[in-house]
């Protein structure tokens, strides 16, 4: 392990930098995500407010999977810090699986919001251009992986959730530095 990669040591400032852009991203993309599905599917309301909740949510989604491309990338180039050693086993295993989770359901859901859009096909982004196309034109199958995206979306969000809570657990109850590793503003 690199000599600034200790147990307990900050993850770098690109590291914090992407996770919490990605954070803001999330967490303004599933009420735009609802508000919009529920303005267009519930209420059939296609004005100019649904279809400029559409646009920031499709493109939103665009920038959120290049953005973890990106992340993925960064982290298998350099690594991460080492636990907090005061973690029990079971404590590491679980956070390592839910940020593997966080990580594949932040590629698989926006790659199934593109999908969806293309098979719709709803590509356009605020008039502006068009999204390029994944799939030939199914309105049939646009509906089922759109169902998919969404459940699989509110899943992201009851597990970046779950994450939270972790984050906090450790900050508030355990007072042993793990959510400190990747707060803002460190050196």
Not at 16 to 39: D, E
Not at 80 to 89: G, I
Request: net charge positive; no cysteine.
């Amino acid at each position: 392990m690199p000599k600034e990669m200790t147990p307990g040591s900050p993850y770098s400032l690109v590291a914090r930098t992407l996770h919490w852009i990605t954070v803001i991203a999330v967490f303004g993309m599933i009420p735009v995500g609802l508000t919009m599905s529920y303005r267009g599917n519930v209420l059939d309301l296609w004005d100019g407010l649904t279809n400029t909740l559409y646009s920031s949510h499709k493109l939103l989604g665009f920038l959120v999977l290049w953005l973890t491309a990106g992340r993925l990338a960064y982290r298998l180039l350099h690594g991460a810090p080492p636990d907090v050693p005061t973690l029990a086993w079971w404590e590491k295993a679980a956070s390592h699986l839910v940020h593997w989770l966080l990580y594949g359901l932040l590629l698989v859901v926006p790659i199934l919001g593109w999908i969806g859009v293309s098979l719709f096909p709803a590509l356009d982004i605020f008039g502006l251009f068009n999204l390029p196309a994944l799939a030939k034109p199914d309105e049939e199958a646009a509906k089922r992986v759109l169902d998919i995206h969404g459940k699989l979306a509110l899943t992201l969000g009851a597990l970046a959730l779950l994450h939270i809570a972790a984050a906090l657990y450790h900050r508030l109850i355990r007072r042993d530095g793990v959510m400190r590793r990747m707060w803002p503003g460190l050196g």
